[in-house]
């Protein structure tokens, strides 16, 4: 059997907001069309998600949450600068706004971290196999110093780093989600030497962003592999600007290693699910049912097996 010549980790994040949100991820991973899932710990569905994985053999990471629902550690949930008055984590956006004040206690963003990390060990009875960010809150400034911290004391040696080839020649995407992107990008790019620092590790290309929701399709999926391959052999990927020696030092024919990060599952109901506070309106849309059904498209799965692009987990890395 030839070598592939791409190792695809084609992870399903947001396991564990809700049943159906679960029902999806695991429809997607036994019809090979996922290889790896992030559990959300303070999803309403989490423990049932974890068992499904036990089950099931779903290699399974952490979905660090920091912007939306409850803070697993109860103390925390009451005056605390991680959440509103109501309790609940401050939002995609709000805690961005939040932390640029300089109102945020990393001190407990340190003790959330942690207790995240021993309830998914507690849930699943390991340590997770990588570890991200719920809307890449693990980049932002001044946490990502804290995520590396906790990833390099309890040896977590995987991350997602979202810098994706071709996002800035994207234009399927509006101007208040790129302009979201590009600041994500921003922040992951200023994160790089800080994970580096600890040990951290990521697959060689990030994509992701510009086929999430209703802007996945087998042909942007197929385009925006190819274009991390191109760009990668033609070593243009802006993180090669960066670590210019170590991509001079690589053989051409090294297998190049990607995550593809998505959202599958079934449109969840109106006040079921969530991480404490009800579903959010990308997980009530068709969006997720829609990414479902692409990922497990047959022309797809064949562009895999026509490519050699092998799906595997983090812990395959």
């Known amino acids: 059997m030839p070598q592939p010549r791409v190792r695809l980790v084609?992870?399903?994040?947001?396991?564990g907001y809700c049943q159906r949100r679960n029902r999806g991820i695991m429809e997607c991973f036994k019809a090979k069309a996922i290889s790896n899932a992030s559990l959300l710990v303070n999803g309403s569905a989490a423990k049932e998600a974890a068992a499904m994985a036990s089950r099931?053999?779903?290699?399974?990471?952490?979905?660090?949450?920091l912007s939306e629902g409850l803070p697993v550690c109860e103390q925390l949930r009451v005056g605390s600068t991680l959440v509103n008055k109501d309790g609940f984590f401050h939002g995609k956006m709000g805690i961005r706004e939040?932390?640029?004040?300089?109102?945020?206690?990393?001190a407990e963003i340190d003790k959330e971290l942690r207790q995240q990390v021993d309830l998914f060990c507690e849930l699943t009875g390991h340590l997770p196999h990588h570890m991200d960010g719920h809307q890449h809150i693990?980049?932002?400034?001044g946490i990502r110093d804290v995520f590396a911290q906790v990833l390099s004391d309890y040896g977590i040696v995987y991350t997602?780093?979202?810098?994706?080839?071709?996002?800035h020649c994207c234009n399927r995407i509006t101007q208040q989600l790129m302009d979201f992107y590009l600041q994500v990008e921003k922040d992951a790019f200023n994160s790089i030497d800080v994970f580096q620092r600890h040990g951290i590790r990521w697959p060689d290309v990030y994509i992701g962003l510009t086929t999430m929701g209703r802007n996945m399709s087998v042909s942007t999926i197929q385009s925006t592999i190819e274009?991390?391959?191109?760009?990668?052999?033609?070593?243009?990927h802006r993180l090669l600007d960066i670590f210019p020696a170590a991509a001079a030092q690589r053989?051409?024919?090294?297998?190049l290693t990607m995550e593809l990060m998505v959202h599958p599952g079934y449109s969840s109901f109106p006040e079921e699910g969530g991480c404490g506070q009800g579903?959010?309106?990308?997980?009530?849309?068709?969006?997720?049912?829609?990414?479902?059904?692409?990922?497990?498209?047959?022309?797809?799965?064949?562009?895999?097996?026509?490519?050699?692009?092998?799906?595997c987990a983090f812990s395959d890395l």
Not at 160 to 167: A, C, D, M, N, S
Not at 227 to 236: D, P, S
């Open 10 to 15: 084609v992870t399903g994040d947001d396991f």
């Open 56 to 65: 099931n053999k779903v290699p399974l990471g952490l979905h660090a949450n």
């Open 98 to 106: 939040v932390l640029e004040s300089g109102h945020i206690n990393l």
């Open 138 to 141: 693990h980049v932002l400034p």
């Open 160 to 167: 997602r780093i979202p810098v994706e080839p071709g996002l």
């Open 227 to 236: 274009n991390a391959i191109a760009t990668r052999n033609g070593k243009k």
């Open 251 to 255: 053989p051409e024919d090294t297998i």
């Open 279 to 311: 579903p959010d309106s990308f997980s009530l849309s068709a969006d997720r049912f829609h990414e479902l059904e692409t990922l497990q498209a047959p022309k797809l799965l064949k562009y895999y097996e026509q490519r050699n692009i092998q799906l």
